[in-house]
């Protein structure tokens, strides 16, 4: 490790930037020498931006189960042998301020052939998150924008690939989900008209920022003296957490079972609706956003088929069944009992640390391409049973 004033930044420009300052301090040393040398010399790095799908929000848990006391089955990686540490899994300051960047996001388990992976993506994240404070851009948790400390880091290290994960948080996901639980607990009406509606209303707009967002990460790196050839850029969508109605593993009259052990409270009909419409069309206008703007996509809508909570084809961990790759849940449930005594609620219907891994998966195989693709997992494979297909 270096001392603190090898890369020049002051301790007041390290509290500004919270997690990346620190990231800088540990892989950057930059020498007095003439400018070229410091070009050369400058490590490369891969940067992941976004919310929470790509900061690493639910890795703590690999696979799920309704044990509320000690490793939860063997689920909670935060679990210390004496007590939970969430520091364990996401990167402090992370870990308090909710951005949840956690050991297992996709960008540090993606076997890149780069020498540092730098995650600056936060849970929660809209596209003004992204865009710099010079284009009316707002920061997270004390944290600058994240345009900004891209273009920061870029003058540190030498960034040979930006990933971006954005525009879920715009249409409002957690509101979705919230109407969907409600609309199953309360034995109310399916959540999927209202729904619709609202994403509907939205989408246009979203879209249009998620194209800004792509606009302000190319003008970051410009100032950062980076011509949009001298580094790859991927845009990516986002995964279904949770099966088809017809691949639920407990009935939907199942009111108990769905709530409290399962934790997948929606209708059939709901949970269909959210895999093959809603992240459909997410999927397809992050897409065009990829297009229009020369970006490379990659597809994640088909992701954790047959992996997704509550799927015919995975089961709960419990003492008989430790948590497996192959046949544990690959996103955090909604376990309405153990929301109170397991984590964060803020975890649910998250991609966990197997999820992650196969994501880091992905992306590395994007990267040995210059095409967009769409990554698919293998049916009872584990997280580095991902392959490529071309998309649309």
């Given at each position: 490790?270096?001392?603190?004033?090898?890369?020049?930044?002051?301790?007041?420009?390290?509290?500004?930037?919270?997690?990346?300052?620190?990231?800088?301090?540990?892989?950057?040393?930059?020498?007095?020498?003439?400018?070229?040398?410091?070009?050369?010399?400058?490590?490369?790095?891969?940067?992941?931006?976004?919310?929470?799908?790509?900061?690493?929000?639910?890795?703590?848990?690999?696979?799920?189960?309704?044990?509320?006391?000690?490793?939860?089955?063997?689920?909670?990686?935060?679990?210390?042998?004496?007590?939970?540490?969430?520091?364990?899994?996401?990167?402090?300051?992370?870990?308090?301020?909710?951005?949840?960047?956690?050991?297992?996001?996709?960008?540090?388990?993606?076997?890149?052939?780069?020498?540092?992976?730098?995650?600056?993506?936060?849970?929660?994240?809209?596209?003004?998150?992204?865009?710099?404070?010079?284009?009316?851009?707002?920061?997270?948790?004390?944290?600058?924008?994240?345009?900004?400390?891209?273009?920061?880091?870029?003058?540190?290290?030498?960034?040979?690939?930006?990933?971006?994960?954005?525009?879920?948080?715009?249409?409002?996901?957690?509101?979705?989900?919230?109407a969907c639980l409600q609309a199953y607990e309360t034995f109310g009406p399916p959540c999927q008209s209202s729904q619709q509606a609202a994403i509907n209303a939205k989408f246009p707009t979203a879209m249009a920022n998620v194209g800004k967002a792509v606009d302000e990460v190319r003008a970051a790196m410009k100032?950062?003296?980076?011509?949009?050839?001298?580094?790859?850029?991927?845009?990516?969508?986002?995964?279904?957490?949770?099966?088809?109605?017809?691949?639920?593993?407990?009935?939907?009259?199942?009111?108990?079972?769905?709530?409290?052990?399962?934790?997948?409270?929606?209708?059939?009909?709901?949970?269909?609706?959210?895999?093959?419409?809603?992240?459909?069309?997410?999927?397809?206008?992050?897409?065009?956003?990829?297009?229009?703007?020369?970006?490379?996509?990659?597809?994640?809508?088909?992701?954790?088929?047959?992996?997704?909570?509550?799927?015919?084809?995975?089961?709960?961990?419990?003492?008989?069944?430790?948590?497996?790759?192959?046949?544990?849940?690959?996103?955090?449930?909604?376990?309405?009992?153990?929301?109170?005594?397991?984590?964060?609620?803020?975890?649910?219907?998250?991609?966990?640390?197997?999820?992650?891994?196969?994501?880091?998966?992905?992306?590395?195989?994007?990267?040995?391409?210059?095409?967009?693709?769409?990554?698919?997992?293998?049916?009872?494979?584990?997280?580095?049973?991902?392959?490529?297909?071309?998309?649309?």
């Amino acid at each position: 490790m270096i001392a603190p004033g090898g890369v020049g930044i002051n301790i007041a420009t390290r509290a500004r930037l919270g997690v990346v300052g620190w990231l800088i301090l540990l892989v950057v040393a930059v020498p007095a020498a003439p400018a070229a040398a410091k070009q050369a010399a400058r490590p490369t790095a891969a940067v992941s931006l976004g919310d929470s799908y790509i900061s690493g929000e639910g890795g703590r848990w690999q696979g799920n189960s309704i044990d509320p006391l000690a490793d939860r089955d063997g689920t909670d990686r935060a679990f210390s042998g004496t007590g939970y540490d969430v520091s364990r899994v996401y990167l402090p300051p992370s870990d308090t301020d909710g951005c949840h960047r956690s050991d297992v996001a996709e960008i540090r388990s993606a076997p890149l052939p780069v020498d540092a992976r730098i995650n600056i993506a936060c849970s929660g994240a809209v596209t003004r998150n992204i865009f710099r404070a010079s284009s009316g851009g707002q920061g997270q948790n004390g944290e600058l924008p994240e345009a900004d400390q891209l273009a920061t880091i870029a003058r540190q290290v030498k960034v040979k690939l930006v990933v971006l994960s954005i525009g879920g948080n715009d249409l409002g996901f957690s509101s979705i989900v919230s109407a969907c639980l409600q609309a199953y607990e309360t034995f109310g009406p399916p959540c999927q008209s209202s729904q619709q509606a609202a994403i509907n209303a939205k989408f246009p707009t979203a879209m249009a920022n998620v194209g800004k967002a792509v606009d302000e990460v190319r003008a970051a790196m410009k100032s950062a003296g980076y011509p949009p050839s001298s580094y790859r850029f991927v845009l990516q969508s986002y995964p279904s957490a949770i099966a088809r109605g017809s691949e639920i593993r407990v009935p939907e009259i199942d009111h108990n079972a769905r709530t409290n052990i399962d934790g997948c409270p929606l209708y059939d009909s709901d949970a269909t609706w959210g895999r093959d419409s809603v992240v459909p069309h997410i999927s397809n206008g992050l897409k065009a956003v990829a297009a229009s703007r020369g970006v490379q996509f990659l597809d994640l809508r088909n992701l954790l088929q047959s992996h997704e909570m509550c799927s015919v084809s995975t089961q709960l961990a419990d003492p008989t069944h430790p948590p497996s790759a192959t046949t544990g849940d690959w996103a955090r449930f909604l376990n309405l009992s153990a929301v109170e005594t397991q984590g964060q609620l803020q975890e649910t219907f998250h991609p966990n640390a197997y999820a992650q891994q196969a994501l880091g998966n992905c992306l590395a195989l994007l990267y040995a391409q210059t095409s967009s693709a769409a990554c698919n997992s293998t049916p009872g494979g584990g997280t580095n049973a991902v392959f490529l297909t071309p998309t649309n």
